[in-house]
């Protein structure tokens, strides 16, 4: 059974900072990309940042700087550390994986993805 179970949403002044976390199914933590995006209602899904296997990393640009991606083995689970939260980063935010190997960095585009968490709301506030 291949689960990713989100959290750690919520709403935050301009400039704030929030932690976003993925608890993901073992067998699939074990072999798979990690990603975070994030989406607004009428716009397509965003690529935020990724993560291989071993922990090779790339980030979108608007985040560069402000989101650090970062795995916990132990856990089995995913995060997102988010800084200087700006009104504009105010989206659904998903955890996806995909369990397979790529070669240099881990993509950005939804479609490479094929497991997905429910979605948790950041908001930042002006």
């Known amino acids: ?3 990713l179970v989100e959290s750690g ?3 935050v002044q301009d400039g704030g900072s929030l932690t976003l976390s993925c608890v993901v199914s073992a067998n699939t933590y ?3 990309a990690l990603a975070w995006f994030r989406q607004v209602p009428g716009k397509a899904r965003e690529g935020v940042a990724a993560i291989n296997k071993n922990h090779s990393q790339r980030y979108g640009d608007s985040v560069k700087g402000r989101f650090t991606i970062s795995k ?3 856990k089995n689970t995913l995060y997102l550390l988010m800084s200087s939260l700006k009104p504009e980063d105010t989206a659904m935010y998903y955890c996806a994986a995909e369990p397979k190997w ?3 960095l881990p993509p950005l585009a939804a479609s490479e993805y094929s497991y997905w968490g429910q979605g ?3 908001t930042v506030s002006s």
Request: net charge neutral; no cysteine; charged share 10%.
């Open 102 to 104: 790529f070669t240099y």
């Open 30 to 32: 074990s072999r798979s």
């Open 120 to 122: 948790t709301q950041v």
């Open 1 to 3: 059974q291949v689960q």
């Open 72 to 74: 916990d083995n132990a």
């Open 9 to 11: 949403g919520g709403s």
